[in-house]
């Protein structure tokens, strides 16, 4: 077994830098010989059929799945992976961690640190955004719990969605409630993906649908029995890679290439405008007082 931290070569021929955690050789997992592959790093755990070409991303990022900056290194270096290896044609993304699928941004990136920071976190939040959402995998989230703001985001991302029927597992876009306001690029996958009423209302009230309301609003496209989370994505997964890819890649092109052209034309505006914004006094206060909301819940 290979474990590997620091440069890695991948196999289409590009290094990048693993920041952090530690990476299980596939070669090494694969001698197995039944199709079966795992990859580990410590945040995002992949686990792969290879006959059937497809993925399964778990987070792993303890105890609510932020979205750190580490994790988000992490995630970027697996999608990476699995994009440029073409055995893989389907992604399916779900949570390791029980009840929670991704709390969203990791607030504590967003609070008590420099600009430079911030700018590093909101270009590692831009570049995972862009990855999923231009992906040529067919992308299914398998939602097994709570997944507001940046986890909302993700799942809006992928192509299809299946949420556990759960009323704890609340979904949305509630950057409102915490006295911030979602990027033009969340808002635009929202509009895209439940229309611009709907899109408008959810977002000024930083709503947080549950299961049943979410699939009402379309924000989901299935709701299941959380035991069957996992092998209604599969069963999507395998309607959806029955598709001649090449057919299929260029309509979701067709579908979302303006929505991603209008943050990739103004990348680093984008970033000037977080960095501008998340540094003010009266928006690290509201943040902070948001945290310690989060904190003292338990107390
Ligand atoms: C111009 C640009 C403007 C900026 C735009 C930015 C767009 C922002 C997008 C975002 O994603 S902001 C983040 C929004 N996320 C949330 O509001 C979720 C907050 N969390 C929760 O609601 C709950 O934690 C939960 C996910 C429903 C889970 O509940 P549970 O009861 O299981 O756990 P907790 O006890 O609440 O939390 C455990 C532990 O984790 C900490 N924590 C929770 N969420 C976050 C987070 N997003 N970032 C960092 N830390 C988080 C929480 O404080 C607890 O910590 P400890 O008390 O154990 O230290």
Request: glycine fraction near 6%; charged fraction near 20%.
């Amino acid at each position: 077994m290979a474990l590997v931290a620091g440069r890695k070569t991948f196999a289409a021929g590009k290094t990048l830098l693993l920041r952090a955690g530690v990476w299980l050789g596939a070669e090494a997992a694969a001698r197995g010989g039944n199709g079966a592959r795992r990859f580990v790093s410590q945040r995002v755990l992949v686990e792969s059929d290879v006959t059937a070409g497809i993925a399964t991303i778990k987070f792993k990022n303890p105890p609510v799945n932020s979205l750190s900056l580490e994790f988000l290194t992490e995630f970027i270096i697996c999608l990476e992976k699995l994009e440029n290896d073409k055995t893989y044609r389907g992604l399916i993304l779900t949570s390791d961690c029980p009840g929670i699928f991704s709390a969203g941004l990791d607030l504590r990136e967003m609070c008590g640190k420099n600009l430079a920071h911030y700018a590093e976190y909101w270009r590692a939040i831009q570049e995972t955004w862009l990855k999923l959402y231009l992906s040529n995998m067919v992308l299914v989230a398998a939602i097994n719990g709570a997944s507001p703001a940046g986890g909302c985001l993700m799942a809006l991302s992928s192509d299809y969605r299946v949420l556990a029927d759960n009323p704890r597992y609340r979904i949305g876009l509630n950057e409102t409630l915490l006295g911030i306001v979602a990027p033009f690029w969340f808002k635009d996958v929202l509009v895209n993906t439940i229309g611009h009423r709907a899109a408008e209302h959810a977002l000024q009230l930083g709503l947080l649908f549950q299961p049943t309301e979410a699939l009402q609003v379309g924000m989901v496209d299935q709701v299941v029995p959380e035991d069957q989370v996992q092998s209604t994505a599969l069963s999507v997964m395998t309607e959806w890679l029955a598709i001649p890819d090449h057919a299929r890649q260029l309509t979701k092109s067709m579908m979302r290439k303006a929505t991603a052209d209008n943050l990739i034309k103004q990348r680093e505006a984008d970033i000037q405008n977080f960095v501008s914004f998340v540094s003010r006094d009266s928006i690290q206060k509201s943040l902070q007082v948001y945290l310690e909301k989060l904190k003292q819940k338990k107390h």
